[in-house]
Each structure stands twice: as C-alpha cells, then as structure tokens.
C-alpha cells in the first residue's frame, strides 16, 4: 500500500509544476523564497500576512494566476501548487556510545495549498516517511476569510492546535517542541494535531482573539474521528505591540475524553512571549496542565504537569543572510517521572541556496546521558 501511495504521489509531482514551503507561491509572484521565510520553512511578518490572507497579496494577483471559465462563481487555478520537502540526516543517537545511523530521508513531505476564492483557500500535506514509517495526512483544512465582511477567518479540518501561538512545522530544528506535544497516562489529548474548527478574529488595537473546538484525541485515535462524546474547548487571547516586534499571549484549554467507563479531565494554561529585533528572535512558553484521571481508573488521580519552551533565533547578516543559528531548550516537569523531558538544542544552519538548507544540530539531556547529532540537508522544490 504504501509502494501505491509513493507512486501516486511522484505522478502527481510530475503533472505540476515544481514548487517551497511553497515554492509554487514564489513562481506565481516571481518573488525569492526569502519574502516570507528567513530561512525556510521560519514565516517572517510578510510570510504570516500572506498565509493569513489565504495565500493571496490582495489587488497584485497575476492576471494568468486563474483560468477564465466565464463562470463568475468558479474561480479555478492555472497550476497546482505542489511542493516537496526532503529532509536527510547522519545521525547519532545513545545514551552511552555513539552509534551512526543514516536516516536519509528522515522526512518527505509533500505539500499543497492555493485559493479556491477571493476568501476561501486551502492547505494540505502528507508525510510520507518520519523515521521510516508512513505517518499520512496530517494538515489538512478550508481557510475562510473576511466572514460577514470582518476581521475574522475560520479553519475547519484537521490542523495542529498549538499553532496560533507557534507552528511546529515551521521550526528550524530537529528537535520538536515537546511542550505542546507530550501526553500523560493513556490520555490522548495533546496540543498537537486534532480535528476541529477554529475562529480567529483581529482587531486595529493588535488584539486577537482565538477560539477552538476540537475532537481532543488526536488523528491517530483507532475510531475514524472522535472516540467519544466530548468537545474540547480551546482559547487564546494574544496581543502585539511595538510594530509587531513584541506579542504576549495567554492560552486556554478544558475538555474530557472517556476510557474504561470512566472519564479524565484535562486543563491547560499558560503564557507566551515573543520578542523580535533586527538580528536576533526570542520567544518563551509556559503551560500547566492537569489531569484528573490519566490513567482512567476505577479511583482516580491528580496528575499536574509543567512544561516550558525556550528559543532564540539569530542571523548573524540579519533575514537575508545565509548563516542561522538556534538554541532551544525543552523542559518538561511532571507528577508522572516517565513525562519529564529536560533537554537542550543547539543548531547550526546555512543556506546553500534559498531552498537547500545544510542543517547541524546537538541535543543533550540535562537530566541524563543520551545526547544527539544530527547533520543534513533540507530541501523543498
């Protein structure tokens, strides 16, 4: 089956044209792929409004961007936007000695998204491979913006729900950010992928306000969407200040899922802090979660759990330089030992060119032995 899915999938790439993160976007507007990222697949502000307008520059639109059909309720693109991301690594992973692996690839991606009309677009990808395995669809949602005529957009699909606050998909490391990734017990509630819908509204005073109802098991659950009865509730309020260079924000979230005849309750809060300057991007967050009963027992426990993301962003020539560096660090403290992550990354990486990045990178566990090295490349076309 998979052999099936690898073809169809280099058979759809032939009958496009090549695209980065998403390169087709760059064709169509004839600009470098260092307008929006810096460096790819890291938004700059311009890259955020672009995705936040559904992939449209309102009024600079390419007049060869559609195909006339003389039908004024269909709106269909010239091209397919599809895109590849191939990520390769030498790695060394152990909690004693070194042992080399090539993981190459250790991620393929195939990705997509486009303007189905003036405020309606789309976005999917596919993750072909992770560590070897076939992990499938994971974003896959309708955008719709401007709804009744205001700041508001809405996504309904299948999305991650930390990303309002900080994409992973959009980070320069390896090294993924546990703190909206973790689980506790044999809850299957994360911050992480999930189906749902989710309504974000701008005001002038740089206020947003974000709402989300989600399933709250995840896309990896055995039942085909949600396992239960329950929705989840997510908020985030979030403001911008300083020419957009500082945003603080504060998340929310309730919600409970069932096991075994009974049910576990999970809350999350927290703030984030994002500070930019010319050189040099900070952001920080904090969350504490609790579980009533994690492990859906006949009698069950409290389980409190903090979690803290750390990172610094610096380009040493600024955004249009080639040289990039990283340091992250992830720290998770739980009532539960078997949750607790203190670790701390440091990544190196040059572009090669705008879509050829060589990435070096070193994470080490504070609290233990194991460390990891990974040098590699990440490519979109």
Same mark, same amino acid.
């Given at each position: 089956?998979?052999?099936?899915? &690898?073809?169809?999938? +280099?058979? %759809? #790439?032939?009958?496009?044209? @090549? *695209? /980065? !993160?998403?390169?087709?976007? =760059?064709?169509?507007?004839?600009?470098?792929?260092?307008?929006?990222?810096?460096?790819?697949?890291?938004?700059?502000?311009?890259?955020?409004?672009?995705?936040?307008?559904?992939?449209?520059?309102?009024?600079?639109?390419?007049?060869?961007?559609?195909?006339?059909?003389?039908?004024?309720?269909?709106? &269909?693109?010239?091209? +397919?936007? %599809? #895109?590849?991301?191939?990520? @390769? *690594? /030498? !790695?060394?992973?152990?909690? =004693?000695?070194?042992?080399?692996?090539?993981?190459?690839?250790?991620?393929?991606?195939?990705?997509?998204?486009?303007?189905?009309?003036?405020?309606?677009?789309?976005?999917?990808?596919?993750?072909?491979?992770?560590?070897?395995?076939?992990?499938?669809?994971?974003?896959?949602?309708?955008?719709?913006?401007?709804?009744?005529? +205001?700041? %508001?957009?809405?996504?309904?699909?299948?999305?991650?729900?930390?990303?309002?606050?900080?994409?992973?998909?959009?980070?320069?490391?390896?090294?993924?950010?546990?703190?909206?990734?973790?689980?506790?017990?044999?809850?299957?509630?994360?911050?992480?992928?999930?189906?749902?819908?989710?309504?974000?509204?701008?005001?002038?005073?740089?206020?947003?306000?974000?709402?989300?109802?989600?399933?709250?098991?995840?896309?990896?659950?055995?039942?085909?969407?949600?396992?239960?009865?329950?929705?989840?509730?997510?908020?985030?309020?979030?403001?911008?200040?300083?020419?957009?260079?500082?945003?603080?924000?504060?998340?929310?979230?309730?919600?409970?899922?069932?096991?075994?005849?009974?049910?576990?309750?999970?809350?999350?809060?927290?703030?984030?802090?994002?500070?930019?300057?010319?050189?040099?991007?900070?952001?920080?967050?904090?969350?504490?979660?609790?579980?009533?009963?994690?492990?859906?027992?006949?009698?069950?426990?409290?389980?409190?759990?903090?979690?803290?993301?750390?990172?610094?962003?610096?380009?040493?020539?600024?955004?249009?330089?080639?040289?990039?560096?990283?340091?992250?660090?992830?720290?998770?403290?739980?009532?539960?030992?078997?949750?607790?992550?203190?670790?701390?990354?440091?990544?190196?990486?040059?572009?090669?060119?705008?879509?050829?990045?060589?990435?070096?990178?070193?994470?080490?566990?504070?609290?233990?032995?194991?460390?990891?090295?990974?040098?590699?490349?990440?490519?979109?076309?």
């Amino acid at each position: 089956m998979s052999k099936r899915i &690898l073809i169809l999938a +280099l058979t %759809l #790439a032939g009958l496009a044209q @090549t *695209a /980065l !993160a998403i390169p087709a976007f =760059a064709r169509k507007y004839g600009y470098s792929c260092e307008v929006c990222h810096a460096p790819v697949p890291h938004l700059k502000a311009f890259g955020e409004e672009f995705a936040g307008n559904g992939y449209r520059i309102p009024d600079r639109e390419p007049p060869r961007a559609t195909i006339d059909t003389g039908d004024p309720l269909l709106l &269909l693109m010239r091209d +397919l936007p %599809l #895109a590849f991301r191939i990520d @390769t *690594a /030498l !790695a060394t992973e152990s909690e =004693a000695s070194a042992k080399p692996d090539l993981q190459t690839p250790f991620v393929v991606k195939i990705l997509s998204g486009g303007t189905i009309a003036p405020s309606v677009s789309y976005y999917a990808y596919f993750l072909m491979t992770e560590d070897s395995k076939i992990v499938g669809l994971e974003d896959a949602f309708l955008s719709f913006q401007n709804v009744f005529g +205001l700041p %508001l957009s809405v996504v309904l699909g299948q999305y991650s729900v930390a990303d309002p606050i900080k994409p992973s998909e959009l980070r320069l490391t390896f090294e993924k950010y546990w703190i909206y990734k973790f689980g506790v017990g044999e809850s299957q509630i994360r911050l992480s992928y999930d189906r749902g819908v989710m309504a974000n509204m701008g005001f002038k005073t740089g206020t947003e306000v974000m709402l989300q109802l989600v399933n709250g098991n995840g896309i990896e659950s055995e039942e085909i969407f949600d396992k239960d009865k329950y929705k989840n509730f997510v908020w985030r309020i979030a403001q911008t200040a300083a020419k957009d260079r500082v945003r603080v924000g504060l998340l929310g979230y309730y919600g409970k899922e069932e096991g075994r005849g009974t049910t576990n309750a999970v809350r999350y809060l927290g703030p984030d802090l994002r500070l930019g300057f010319p050189k040099l991007t900070l952001s920080a967050g904090y969350l504490r979660r609790t579980d009533s009963n994690p492990f859906f027992a006949a009698e069950g426990r409290d389980c409190k759990t903090d979690a803290f993301l750390g990172e610094a962003i610096y380009a040493p020539r600024g955004e249009k330089g080639r040289l990039f560096l990283v340091l992250a660090y992830n720290l998770i403290r739980s009532d539960l030992a078997e949750v607790d992550y203190n670790r701390v990354t440091f990544n190196v990486s040059y572009l090669l060119r705008r879509n050829l990045k060589w990435m070096n990178e070193y994470t080490r566990d504070l609290g233990g032995e194991a460390h990891r090295f990974f040098t590699g490349f990440v490519v979109g076309f």
